[in-house]
């Protein structure tokens, strides 16, 4: 969908912007120590010796196993550590999670159209190291034409070099026909700051350099140092629902005229197990695009989501 309403993402942030995080009570589980104080509030990871808890009075808590009688009334015992490669490998196990979105369109007769969307993420932690992986391929064809393609593939690392800051490091290769660009790839360094991560909600912001460089169809090529500020955020609503959005602004240092912004918003809602309908509005806006192409792109989107 080219050219799509501005207004729709405007309005899609704003509500965004008016959420602030949620009153822990509504999904509030209830630990109590051995002292007997009792703290609400929900469980964000556990190691083999602590227990990261994010309190709804005083934040994220770091609790020894051994100092827990209970969670919802539920025993909890210290485990006891494990040695090398299984404690690694236990660690690995109880940090990973990633998603697959698929969604298609198919259209005969007075018009024939053919457009298919498919993104995985997966993300894992070991130690202090968030490491994230991503690919996107599109295709989308109208009456006969040949496909205009878009594809994306991501690597990027998270080092917390303090509880919540990170040096995070990554790298981009990919492709966009709908925006003449024949081959790009980026390599990107920043600072970020995980503001919080639980079930219930995150939200991360990152501010950095990123090097790009695009050739297009025309055989011409840009390439460009920029600053980049982006953030990630979701949100979980009615215990069912979920919100998320992700934005990324990059600014040429040499031509401060020169930005580009890409935003995601969207729903997802629970189907079966761990199967979601996800809701998905895109936005992309380059002041200085290829010959030939708009400065904007957006397209909605529904499709079917499986995460774990």
Not at 206 to 219: A, D, H
Not at 272 to 280: G, P, R
Request: net charge negative; hydrophobic share 35%.
């Amino acid at each position: 969908m080219r050219n799509g309403p501005c207004s729709i993402f405007l309005l899609g942030i704003i509500g965004l912007s008016a959420i602030v995080r949620p009153n822990s009570l509504l999904f509030a589980d209830e630990l109590v120590l051995i002292n007997g104080d009792t703290l609400k509030g929900q469980t964000v990871k556990q190691t083999n010796r602590h227990l990261i808890w994010h309190s709804d009075n005083f934040g994220d808590l770091s609790i020894a196993l051994e100092e827990i009688a209970s969670i919802n009334g539920a025993p909890l015992s210290s485990a006891a550590p494990l040695p090398g490669l299984a404690a690694a490998l236990s660690s690995f196990n109880n940090s990973y999670k990633g998603g697959l979105s698929v969604t298609g369109a198919y259209a005969s007769g007075n018009e024939e159209r053919e457009d298919w969307d498919i993104e995985s993420t997966v993300e894992w932690r070991i130690g202090d190291y968030r490491h994230d992986t991503r690919l996107n391929y599109e295709s989308h064809s109208l009456n006969g034409s040949p496909s205009n393609k878009e594809y994306h593939l991501g690597y990027g690392v998270d080092f917390f070099f303090r509880e919540q800051w990170f040096w995070e490091n990554g790298a981009t290769w990919g492709a966009n026909e709908n925006r003449a660009i024949n081959q790009y790839y980026t390599v990107s360094s920043a600072i970020g700051r995980q503001l919080w991560d639980t079930e219930a909600s995150a939200l991360s912001v990152e501010s950095g350099l990123t090097w790009i460089s695009e050739e297009f169809n025309n055989q011409s090529s840009d390439n460009r140092l920029t600053w980049s500020w982006s953030a990630d955020y979701r949100q979980r609503l009615m215990r069912s629902l979920e919100l998320f959005h992700t934005h990324r602004m990059l600014l040429s240092l040499s031509d401060f005229k020169d930005s580009e912004i890409k935003a995601d918003v969207g729903l997802k809602a629970p189907l079966v197990n761990n199967l979601f309908t996800e809701l998905k509005f895109e936005w992309i806006y380059d002041n200085q695009p290829a010959l030939g192409t708009d400065t904007s792109d957006s397209q909605l989107t529904i499709g079917v989501n499986y995460s774990w």
